[in-house]
């Protein structure tokens, strides 16, 4: 029940030539660029990869907060408390924005939650750890906001208007996310020595989980090599994580920090930093549902779907009383 385990459907992206005429149609409109709207004709396939990933998006802003959420009555200061409480709020106002864009494509927000309930649908492997000490809620903005950004940013141009258009306000509150979590972290690694070891900490936990993010490399990538020519995906797994990677790792020099990473060092022919790949085992187990907080997280979200029940009940009956009046 508590597993994310759903099966991959990945196939071969067609050529062109074996293509329909109305299939050519459309990979050529998204070749050009054109966005594509709600009511227009889209592959049956396109339509069903837009509704797994902005779900399976949708799913992990809202299991999100959960990590944060814990942390609310502990925040150190009441200005800590503050921030840190709009930035919970906010990550459930991107799982709003992204459940009504995968509405468009004609599934229901309670179908999406119940396919989540019941394991059919998955949420990012990141929110399956715990936030053990406050330096994990700098590490929690500053690497998984940092890395959902680096992620989110070129889905701004994704094929699919409703998706792009809610990706647009998205990215503008992540940003300011991942600076308050490297505010954090700044404080952290510049505090008392016991301050800076649980930054370090939290660094070395997070870490491997971040790059995880990304999703599998990319020849394990189902669908990439699709989502990547229909638009959904504008990059490949691997490259974003490379970015993050360069990105993040002379930011954690800035602060003092040093990532868990024996491997990591600047590689002047690449221009790149060479790293180490996260343990892929690990994260197929968490995908498995064997991470360490699967059962909480899952558990706090049906919960919550639970004890949300008479709300629902009650605005359905008083739709249904106003239904005839309404039609006077
Ligand atoms: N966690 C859980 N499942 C993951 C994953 C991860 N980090 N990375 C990959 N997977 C799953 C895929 O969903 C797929 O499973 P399925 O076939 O059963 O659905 C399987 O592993 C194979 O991976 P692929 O690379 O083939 O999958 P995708 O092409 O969908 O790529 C992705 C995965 C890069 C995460 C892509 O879906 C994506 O870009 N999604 C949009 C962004 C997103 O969902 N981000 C989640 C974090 S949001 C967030 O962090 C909130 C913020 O407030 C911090």
Not at 170 to 185: A, L, N, P, V
Request: aromatic content about 10%.
């Amino acid at each position: 029940m508590y597993a994310q385990m759903v099966k991959s459907t990945g196939s071969a992206v067609k050529s062109l030539h074996e293509m329909t005429p109305q299939e050519r149609a459309f990979q050529e409109r998204v070749d050009a660029g054109e966005r594509i709207e709600p009511k227009e004709w889209m592959p049956e396939g396109y339509r069903k990869t837009l509704i797994r990933q902005i779900g399976q998006h949708a799913h992990s802003e809202i299991v999100g907060q959960l990590p944060e959420g814990n942390w609310i009555t502990r925040a150190p200061t009441l200005e800590r408390k503050a921030i840190l409480l709009a930035k919970v709020q906010d990550e459930a106002g991107h799982g709003l924005y992204l459940y009504c864009a995968a509405e468009t494509l004609g599934v229901s927000r309670d179908e999406l939650y119940e396919a989540l309930h019941e394991g059919r649908m998955k949420y990012s492997s990141i929110f399956n750890y715990p936030t053990l000490t406050w330096a994990d809620i700098g590490a929690v903005g500053w690497l998984v906001d940092g890395a959902a950004i680096m992620n989110q940013v070129p889905l701004q141009r994704c094929s699919y208007g409703p998706y792009a258009r809610a990706m647009v306000r998205i990215c503008k509150e992540e940003s300011f996310h991942q600076r308050q979590g490297f505010d954090i972290m700044m404080k952290m690694a510049n505090g008392t020595p016991e301050q800076k070891e649980m930054a370090q900490d939290a660094l070395n936990r997070f870490w491997g989980p971040s790059l995880m993010m990304f999703g599998p490399s990319d020849e394990h990538s189902v669908h990439s090599a699709q989502s990547m020519a229909w638009k959904i995906k504008m990059n490949g797994n691997d490259e974003l994580r490379q970015k993050f990677v360069d990105l993040t790792a002379p930011q954690a020099e800035f602060l003092g920090l040093t990532i868990p990473d024996p491997d990591l060092k600047w590689n002047e022919e690449r221009g790149h930093y060479d790293y180490s790949e996260p343990d892929w085992d690990e994260f197929f187990e968490v995908l498995r549902g064997n991470g360490p907080c699967n059962k909480e997280r899952l558990g706090a979200r049906i919960e919550a779907w639970d004890d949300g029940a008479w709300v629902r009940e009650g605005l359905m009956a008083n739709a249904a009383k106003r239904r005839p009046m309404a039609a006077e």
